[in-house]
């Protein structure tokens, strides 16, 4: 069965992860593997090993970048995945959606396959400067047509699987309507009181596995998964999730602004309008306003 990781590009996914690979898999004080083994213990959804030999004609890398392919084997990668019966956790940015194809639906996922969601949100007014940076935007304004667009898919690049992402907004609102084991997380309150938020994280787990972890681990927890730490160890080579231009091939750090991302340092005042009004709803029912 699979515990998701989900969230909109830039909210604290890898954060999440990092802390969950020290609570279950590496131990904290192996500073060299709290990020280099994320991918080997958290897997990312979908990739191409999730795809291949599907029994579909489909083998060819190239035919992987066909969205209604990979819509028709949401169900059967992760029936595939989950053979062996034992609890995976997967990180992944797709929305919670149902799609349509020929008069048939198909689920992203499904109560079979999936027992909870560990749901990971940040205010719109940070994430933009990231988005920004991350996928080499020339301007707020792109970003922004990003963050708005129902219909957006990522991962469209070679080499890469799609992923149906939509709006920042029907994003978090297609999660949260998950019927089974699911818990959000705010990246600012994890920010803010990192071992309270940790805590809460070991009591949703301990309802999935059994977990015997001291107060000496959990600060060494916390220490590990300070921004600069992060980052250095990134800079160091052991953690390669960077992000590659698809056409120039330039590269970019994955860890880029961390908490010194403040919208009401970095953000124009007509960008943050912008946010501000397009999701005002979601972003009150989320206390960003």
Do not use: C
């Not at 609890?87 to 396959?113: A, P, Q, R, V």
């Not at 129902?150 to 992923?163: D, M, Q």
């Not at 809460?200 to 300070?226: A, H, M, V």
């Not at 250095?232 to 091939?249: M, Q, V, Y």
């Amino acid at each position: 069965m699979i515990i998701w990781i989900a969230s909109y590009p830039k909210s604290g996914n890898t954060w999440m992860r990092s802390i969950i690979n020290q609570i279950l898999f590496t131990d904290p004080n192996d500073q060299k593997k709290i990020l280099s083994n994320l991918q080997k213990n958290i897997s990312s959804y979908p990739v191409l090993s999730h795809f291949k030999n599907l029994g579909s004609s489909f083998n060819k890398d190239e035919d992987f970048q066909k969205i209604d392919y990979i819509i028709k084997n949401w169900k059967i990668s992760q029936d595939k995945i989950n053979t062996n019966k034992n609890l995976k956790f997967l990180k992944t940015h797709n929305i919670l959606t149902s799609i349509n194809l020929n008069g048939e639906k198909y689920d992203f996922t499904n109560l079979k396959n999936t027992l909870g969601v560990i749901y990971l949100v940040r205010d719109p007014r940070n994430i933009i400067t990231s988005l920004k940076n991350h996928f080499f935007f020339k301007s707020y304004d792109e970003a922004f047509k990003m963050m708005v667009d129902k219909k957006r898919w990522i991962g469209t690049s070679k080499g890469r699987i799609p992923e149906a992402l939509s709006s920042w907004d029907q994003h978090y609102n297609s999660w949260s309507f998950f019927p089974k084991n699911y818990i959000l997380f705010k990246y600012e309150e994890i920010l803010s009181d990192p071992k309270k938020q940790i805590n809460r994280l070991i009591k949703y787990l301990q309802k999935f596995l059994k977990i015997n972890i001291d107060e000496k681990k959990i600060n060494k927890i916390i220490s590990n998964s300070k921004f600069e730490n992060f980052k250095d160890l990134e800079k160091k080579g052991f953690f390669n999730e960077r992000a590659i231009h698809p056409d120039t091939k330039e590269e970019k750090n994955f860890f880029y602004l961390g908490p010194e991302n403040d919208y009401s340092k970095l953000l124009d005042t007509k960008t943050k309008e912008k946010i501000e009004s397009f999701f005002k709803n979601t972003m009150i029912k989320l206390g960003y306003l």
